[in-house]
């Protein structure tokens, strides 16, 4: 397993990317309160702007962040066989990365 996100680093990610996604939920709530979309072409206006595009990938990189931290603690703490743990990983580093590629494609379209 790497050692580049254990202990203090892999803490502080946690609880960074936890203050950022409930900073950008309320963000997002705000907005959608004082001024919501109500057709497609809002909503892809709303999401193409410079500042909602950006903040929402930097939500998903922190969701993305925040899911490889929580899932590989519990992996790594209740998995023991060395084999299934490195598959189980593996797999979700993959669905992860995935996700977050789909996600990021999608906004640059929007904002194309």
């Known amino acids: 397993m790497s050692r580049h996100a254990h202990g203090l680093r892999a803490w502080l990610l946690q609880r960074v990317s936890a203050v950022y996604l409930a900073l950008y939920l309320l963000f997002?709530?705000?907005?959608?309160?004082?001024?919501?979309?109500?057709?497609?072409a809002a909503w892809?206006?709303?999401?193409?702007?410079?500042?909602?595009?950006?903040?929402?990938?930097?939500?998903?990189?922190?969701?993305?962040?925040?899911?490889?931290?929580?899932?590989?603690?519990?992996v790594v703490d209740y998995v023991h066989p060395f084999a299934m743990r490195l598959v189980l990983l593996t797999g979700v580093a993959g669905v992860l990365l995935a996700s977050l590629i789909k996600v990021l494609a999608a906004l640059t379209e929007v904002a194309a």
Not at 33 to 38: E, G, K, R, V
């Open 28 to 40: 997002f709530l705000a907005a959608m309160i004082a001024s919501p979309p109500h057709s497609y």
């Open 44 to 74: 892809r206006d709303w999401m193409a702007g410079p500042w909602s595009g950006i903040a929402t990938a930097l939500f998903f990189i922190a969701l993305m962040a925040h899911a490889w931290v929580g899932i590989r603690d519990v």
